[in-house]
């Protein structure tokens, strides 16, 4: 079957580009926010942009993982920005205290912090804030505690026993976040608060997982920004959903995450291929896939076809009404207004608006990287490298074939 193609024109400039170019060029001054034709075509960029794939067969023994993961993150980038000296933030998804994949993998989470560490990282430093249905922080009280739920599904014991600290902003209260703008043009009406942990790091690494989610569709790189968002703009995520797949992609445009981040990694030898975020039916693959870009686009365009490709082994009848609720629009609809009830009350969930969901039979059709390939300089043209010799090579080209997409 043809896949659903997007319509491509003149080439862009991938977002990690831009800033090499910017530190070279005194006269690249104009941010690469509005790579799209008056028509609304997206752009093809002239880059390349490496992921880094890794085959993990199942059963593989938790040091063949790590050892697998630390491959896969060298080959993504040769950690030229890390100084011996520098701190370093990882930003892993516990948005509940479930095992992986509903959350992080802890292995990927101890891989990641030994390999910053010997790398020179002085300060490795793990965060998140989980999901409003465990956690809820307001101006005077917090319900709920993230600590609890990151130690229930191990990622805070590997993280300390690799060598990081745990910090929570939701701990220091409502003032441990700042104010920081999403580029000009975007669906937010409000900044984002953003942990003020950020202003405080050189570098910032993220661990998503491979996961479907029962609002948007998927969970993936740039859907893993909610985790550090405060309960206002969580709420106006919610609340404004005409917009909530475009608002997911342009909160990575705020300035301490386009500055910072430097590397996206997934562990996915275990994929959430139904319902999600904290719960659904769970597709171990022979050979799982470890992913890992300095393009968090690039990512994500590889990780939701990995994740479309491990649906095909879920049973039909996980894929369907409340199994998967994202095959119905009044399941969203309704649950994104209970989600809006949690977030600010029954007067903020009264006046929410619609949260369309689109079929997502192809990278393609996703909304939240179709506004990312027009605010990162548009859709890069993927190198994949294999850092092993355990990936398929029916799923290597598949990948490819599912990526690429044809003028």
Known sequence: MKEKEPNCASPGMSRREFIHLMAISPVAAIMPWSRVSAAGKIFRSRQHA???LAGVVRGTTQDDILEAIRHAAEA?????????GDSVLIKPVVNSGNPYPATTSPVCVKAMVTLLKEKGAKRVIVTDLSGIEHVKLSPDKRKGSTRKLMERCGISQAAVAAGAEIVLPEES?????YEDGPANGTSWKAGIMMPKIIKEVDHIVLLPRCSRHALAGSSLGMKAAVGYWRTDTRLEYHRDAATFQEKTAEANTVAGLREKHRLTLTLADKILATLGPDKGYVVTPETGLILASESLVAHDMVSLAWLLESRRAAPQEEKEGRRDPYTSQFLVNTINKVVVKKLGGMGQAIKSEKLTRNDIKTIWDDRVLRRAFQIFGGIPELKLVETNSKVPSRVRRRLL???????
């Open 401 to 407: 074939n599912m990526t690429t997409p044809r003028s």
């Open 173 to 177: 209260g409502w003032d441990a976040f």
């Open 50 to 52: 490496r992921v880094s």
């Open 76 to 84: 993504a980038t040769d950690f030229s920005w890390l100084s011996r």
